[in-house]
């Protein structure tokens, strides 16, 4: 689809240009440098696709369409002729140039629209997180002790996912540090009882590693998830805690 839009601006700069055939050694040296040429190219495909848009296009004459071309010729430094002087150029002299050119632009776009399609799955991602806590917990800490217990609420089955990042440092002394994380019941035939999140042993190296855990729940409503990020039960309180959890998603497909 971008290449599709740029093949179209490049045919239509072209038509607008009073080409002729002759060289012009002086020209040839005057003309826009590629890695400026290649900018140009990349505001001038982003601001047309703006222009397509109906609210846009209401807002700007043809004049003003124009006027916003030369605005990014001359934010670069240029002006209409000597972008007219470069197209004609490659056009003429360096077609196949210009292909690496064109190459480098849709490369540049193509970039834009991964980061935005990034972005957007970023935010739909956090308005589905089930987790309302803090951002981050960093052990030691006076204020909170040991423990990071949390309990969430929940009310559907599903699938669940407990995605988050662990820097575990190696002063840090909790023995075979792992995930105490589980799902409780609130009817009164599974009251009290547990379904844990899988296990896995967590890496003491001082370097952030994510983590994810899962559990697939078909039958019976949960009441909630409960538990500590690093297991605490049975383990000798006086032993140091040294961790810092962050980046902490809770998502929910439901069945």
Same mark, same amino acid.
């Given at each position: 689809m971008i290449r599709n839009k740029l093949l179209i601006l490049f045919l239509l700069i072209l038509l607008s240009f009073s080409c002729t055939g002759r060289k012009n050694k002086t020209e040839h040296k005057n003309i826009i440098p590629e890695k400026d040429l290649v900018s140009i190219l990349t505001d001038v495909h982003l601001a047309d696709g703006l222009f397509t848009l109906p609210k846009i296009r209401y807002m700007y004459s043809e004049r003003d369409t124009l006027a916003a071309y030369n605005d990014?010729?001359?934010?670069?430094?240029?002006? !209409? /002729?000597?972008?007219e002087r470069t197209m004609r150029y490659y056009f003429i002299q360096r077609p196949k140039r210009f292909i690496k050119v064109y190459d480098q632009v849709l490369g540049i776009l193509s970039e834009m629209e991964s980061r935005l399609d990034k972005v957007i799955m970023a935010g739909d991602e956090e308005l589905s997180n089930l987790w309302k806590g803090e951002r981050r917990f960093s052990f030691p800490d006076p204020d909170r002790g040991d423990s990071a217990w949390f309990n969430i609420p929940l009310t559907?089955?599903?699938?669940?996912?407990?995605?988050?990042?662990?820097?575990?440092?190696?002063d840090d002394e909790t023995i075979n540090p792992r995930p105490g994380l589980f799902i409780i019941f609130p009817d009164s035939?599974?009251?009290?009882? !547990? /379904?844990?999140?899988?296990?896995?042993?967590?890496?003491?190296?001082?370097?952030?590693?994510?983590?994810?855990?899962?559990?697939?729940?078909?039958?019976?409503?949960?009441s909630g998830i409960q538990g500590w990020f690093i297991?605490?039960?049975?383990?000798?309180?006086?032993?140091?805690?040294?961790?810092?959890?962050?980046?902490?998603h809770i998502l929910c497909s439901p069945v």
């Open positions: 990014i010729y001359e934010k670069y430094g240029y002006d !209409r /002729e000597a972008m559907s089955t599903g699938f669940y996912t407990i995605r988050f990042t662990l820097t575990l440092y190696p035939t599974r009251q009290n009882e !547990r /379904e844990y999140f899988r296990s896995v042993e967590f890496i003491k190296d001082g370097l952030p590693h994510v983590y994810f855990l899962n559990l697939f729940l078909k039958e019976s409503s949960p297991d605490l039960e049975g383990q000798d309180p006086a032993l140091k805690k040294h961790y810092r959890i962050e980046n902490i």
